[in-house]
């Protein structure tokens, strides 16, 4: 069991968490969610022991063991995939040195790089060599080869296709030890999590929702509604207070000013007497401690595609197509078609070759056999998976102004629809987090006006707030989408159709097959 009591954290002047407690009881599985900058990293290194807090504690029931997945996996001393094996057995149970894993060890570390869809790596593979996606696995296979009473994972589910994903929700479900994850796919949630802990980036506090994430969404969005007419019925009461004030001191004047009679006098000051009182009686009303502020949303991306100009029948044909690499067929003899307005969803296994069929499309990569044609007035918008799309060393301004020039102001104000704030936007894109590179990728997607997207795991990296208002925009957007993406509610809300790349042939299918309808 895991108890985390009163943890406070200030990194300078701003205050990321405070006095946070909660307690992670045996075989739970919670999910810590919260916007961008809200400390749920923070928390998790807190509770790892790779950070220290300002005040509180962490404690342990006795014989539990803690296994932490950091959200950039890193290859630390270790070379090869067996090292890193073996740092984490020693870790928990190995004394000394062994340099080789015993074959129960190996068959397992197997057992579960096949659930990944990575046991085609051997145990000499240098670490510096993987992927992004291998690396990820390697660093899950290696912590649950150790069995931790207490599994601690931030963002497991990055750079995992939709099988990886699905075996690790399986996994999860049945795993005996308690789990405290952070992920902004929905899905996975749903199917992994039983109570929700939300970190509020404005309260730095903490708040408890018992069910899965589509609970905790049900109820958070019932809160708001409710505050909302709360608040609507105070402002009428609001209106209905000082109207009643005017109407009667109106009268008292009227009444004072119409006639010279003593009595009549009197009685128009007694009236005035009682407007003032109404007037107090507004004013209390208006500095009580119970009423409310009209709600607000929160700092939140905003997108808006808007308009294009003018659509093409077919956005894209090939006929066809093919490409290989290192003598491996990715791709052969593709038939493809997309209308003009058609959203498709293409997916398929880490390294079937998705991203280079997007490439050979968008003109990157030679095909090896057959022909691709764009729609003649389609006009493109790229975002690319890796974000080598953006100049390092040019400032988020400077990066904007090249795609549509405008002036100073205007350009600070895009932004910071984008969550860029005055300060990052003149910082070399190099010095920016992956989710800030991503928001901007986003920012020059807009300002670029294209007519037919062509998105390469554009969520990667977005909180999910960010993630629903993108998805907004895309439901919105009239024009054509060609996306690869492994978040499963993303693809489901924003494509009608789902390309499946698996043996080197492209296979139809429909985005809502991907999720249960319950979600």
Same mark, same amino acid.
């Given at each position: 069991?895991?108890?985390?009591?009163?943890?406070?954290?200030?990194?300078?002047?701003?205050?990321?968490?405070?006095?946070?407690?909660?307690?992670?009881?045996?075989?739970?599985?919670?999910?810590?969610?919260?916007?961008?900058?809200?400390?749920?990293?923070?928390?998790?290194?807190?509770?790892?022991?790779?950070?220290?807090?300002?005040?509180?504690?962490?404690?342990? /029931?006795?014989? =539990?063991?803690?296994?932490?997945?950091?959200?950039?996996?890193?290859?630390?001393?270790?070379?090869?995939?067996?090292?890193?094996?073996?740092?984490?057995?020693?870790?928990?149970?190995?004394?000394?040195?062994?340099?080789?894993?015993?074959?129960?060890?190996?068959?397992?570390?197997?057992?579960?790089? $096949?659930?990944?869809?990575?046991?085609?790596?051997?145990?000499? /593979?240098?670490?510096?060599?993987?992927?992004?996606?291998?690396?990820?696995?390697?660093?899950?296979?290696?912590?649950?080869?150790?069995?931790?009473?207490?599994?601690?994972?931030?963002?497991?589910?990055?750079?995992? %296709?939709?099988?990886?994903?699905?075996?690790?929700?399986?996994?999860?479900?049945?795993?005996?030890?308690?789990?405290?994850?952070?992920?902004?796919?929905?899905?996975?949630?749903?199917?992994?999590?039983?109570?929700?802990?939300?970190? %509020?980036?404005?309260?730095?506090?903490?708040?408890?929702?018992?069910?899965?994430?589509?609970?905790?969404?049900?109820?958070?969005?019932?809160?708001?509604?409710?505050?909302?007419? @709360?608040?609507? =019925?105070?402002?009428?009461?609001?209106?209905?207070?000082?109207?009643?004030?005017?109407?009667?001191?109106?009268?008292?004047?009227?009444?004072?000013?119409?006639?010279?009679?003593?009595?009549?006098?009197?009685?128009?000051?007694?009236?005035?007497?009682?407007?003032?009182?109404?007037?107090?009686?507004?004013? @209390?009303?208006?500095?009580?401690?119970?009423?409310?502020?009209?709600?607000?949303?929160?700092?939140?991306?905003?997108?808006?595609?808007?308009?294009?100009?003018?659509?093409?029948?077919?956005?894209?044909?090939?006929?066809?197509?093919?490409?290989?690499?290192?003598?491996?067929?990715?791709?052969?003899?593709?038939?493809?078609?997309?209308?003009?307005?058609?959203?498709?969803?293409?997916?398929? $296994?880490?390294?079937?070759?998705?991203?280079?069929?997007?490439?050979?499309?968008?003109?990157?990569?030679?095909?090896?056999?057959?022909?691709?044609?764009?729609?003649?007035?389609?006009?493109?918008?790229?975002?690319?998976?890796?974000?080598?799309?953006?100049?390092?060393?040019?400032?988020?301004?400077?990066?904007?102004?090249?795609?549509?020039?405008?002036?100073?102001?205007?350009?600070?104000?895009?932004?910071?629809?984008?969550?860029?704030?005055?300060?990052?936007?003149?910082?070399?894109?190099?010095?920016?987090?992956?989710?800030?590179?991503?928001?901007?990728?986003?920012?020059?997607?807009?300002?670029?006006?294209?007519?037919?997207?062509?998105?390469?795991?554009?969520?990667?990296?977005?909180?999910?707030?960010?993630?629903?208002?993108?998805?907004? $925009?895309?439901?919105?957007?009239?024009?054509?989408?060609?996306?690869?993406?492994? =978040?499963?509610?993303?693809?489901?809300?924003?494509?009608?159709?789902?390309?499946?790349?698996?043996?080197?042939?492209?296979?139809?299918?429909?985005?809502?097959?991907?999720?249960?309808?319950?979600?």
């Amino acid at each position: 069991m895991l108890h985390v009591n009163r943890i406070s954290k200030r990194f300078d002047y701003t205050q990321i968490l405070k006095e946070v407690s909660f307690t992670l009881g045996y075989g739970e599985k919670v999910a810590l969610v919260g916007a961008n900058g809200s400390g749920k990293s923070t928390l998790m290194q807190i509770i790892a022991g790779t950070l220290e807090a300002d005040a509180g504690t962490i404690t342990l /029931s006795g014989g =539990d063991t803690l296994g932490y997945l950091p959200q950039a996996g890193e290859t630390g001393e270790t070379r090869t995939i067996e090292e890193s094996f073996l740092h984490a057995l020693s870790a928990h149970y190995r004394s000394g040195s062994s340099k080789a894993l015993t074959p129960a060890e190996e068959a397992e570390a197997y057992r579960i790089l $096949a659930g990944l869809g990575s046991d085609y790596l051997a145990l000499d /593979s240098p670490l510096k060599q993987l992927s992004g996606g291998e690396l990820t696995r390697v660093h899950l296979a290696a912590l649950f080869l150790t069995a931790p009473t207490i599994l601690l994972l931030d963002e497991p589910t990055n750079h995992l %296709d939709i099988p990886a994903l699905e075996w690790l929700e399986k996994f999860l479900q049945s795993y005996y030890g308690s789990v405290l994850l952070i992920s902004h796919d929905r899905v996975f949630l749903d199917r992994v999590v039983s109570c929700v802990y939300e970190l %509020d980036e404005v309260t730095q506090g903490i708040r408890k929702f018992p069910g899965d994430y589509s609970n905790y969404a049900r109820v958070i969005a019932e809160e708001k509604e409710k505050a909302y007419e @709360r608040w609507k =019925d105070q402002q009428a009461e609001i209106k209905r207070l000082k109207a009643d004030w005017v109407q009667t001191a109106e009268q008292a004047r009227h009444t004072e000013n119409q006639t010279k009679d003593s009595k009549m006098r009197r009685y128009a000051k007694k009236v005035a007497k009682k407007g003032l009182a109404k007037k107090h009686r507004l004013e @209390r009303y208006l500095e009580d401690e119970a009423r409310i502020e009209k709600p607000m949303d929160k700092w939140r991306l905003r997108v808006n595609f808007g308009e294009p100009e003018h659509h093409s029948a077919i956005a894209l044909q090939t006929d066809g197509l093919g490409f290989a690499y290192d003598q491996r067929m990715l791709f052969e003899d593709l038939n493809l078609t997309i209308q003009g307005q058609e959203r498709v969803a293409l997916i398929g $296994a880490n390294g079937c070759g998705k991203s280079t069929l997007l490439k050979v499309l968008l003109g990157q990569l030679e095909p090896l056999s057959g022909t691709y044609r764009w729609g003649g007035r389609i006009k493109i918008g790229y975002m690319a998976q890796n974000q080598d799309t953006l100049d390092p060393k040019k400032s988020a301004l400077e990066t904007l102004q090249d795609i549509r020039p405008m002036a100073m102001s205007e350009a600070y104000h895009f932004l910071h629809y984008f969550l860029l704030d005055e300060d990052q936007v003149i910082l070399p894109t190099a010095s920016l987090s992956y989710g800030q590179r991503a928001r901007l990728m986003l920012a020059c997607l807009v300002a670029e006006g294209a007519t037919f997207l062509v998105l390469d795991e554009p969520v990667n990296y977005l909180d999910i707030p960010s993630r629903e208002q993108f998805e907004q $925009a895309l439901q919105a957007f009239s024009g054509g989408v060609l996306l690869v993406a492994h =978040d499963r509610a993303f693809i489901s809300r924003v494509t009608e159709k789902t390309w499946l790349l698996e043996d080197a042939k492209v296979k139809m299918g429909w985005s809502e097959d991907l999720v249960d309808e319950s979600f």
